[in-house]
């Protein structure tokens, strides 16, 4: 099980990737703590190349209102539900967890080390298979 970025899908890949109906739609919009405040936008999402599950929201995190020093973060799909008439995605985050998020570099690959961090930091377990 590995992740591939949803520039690397294909259409009808894309049409298919769903969690907790969040689907590559959200890339561009607006996403919000659970109080309101604008972390930044949807930059792209994570999907499992296996099962086209989405499992994290890539966030740039350069329109945050409050201090970040951290270009892109990523949060799972579970914390988070979307507004399309809105264009906004609501996050159960709050800022402090926002900013305690380990970064996100694109040009490494996701390691297990990560996951393990995201969920300290926001107390969920990321996607895994049935089988596990």
Known sequence: MGLISSHMLTPD?????CRNN???????YALQTVDG???GTVDDILVDDDSLAVR???????????????PFVLLTPDLC?????GRVVRSQATAEQVQGAPA???ATDLAQAYEETAILNFGERPFAPADH
């Open 37 to 39: 405040r604008r972390i």
């Open 81 to 85: 539900c979307w507004d399309a008439e």
């Open 56 to 70: 994290y929201l890539v966030v740039n995190t350069a329109s945050a209102e409050f201090t970040l020093n951290l």
């Open 22 to 28: 969040l689907t590559a739609e959200v890339i561009g």
């Open 13 to 17: 890949q894309l049409r298919r990737c």
């Open 104 to 106: 996100f570099d694109r």
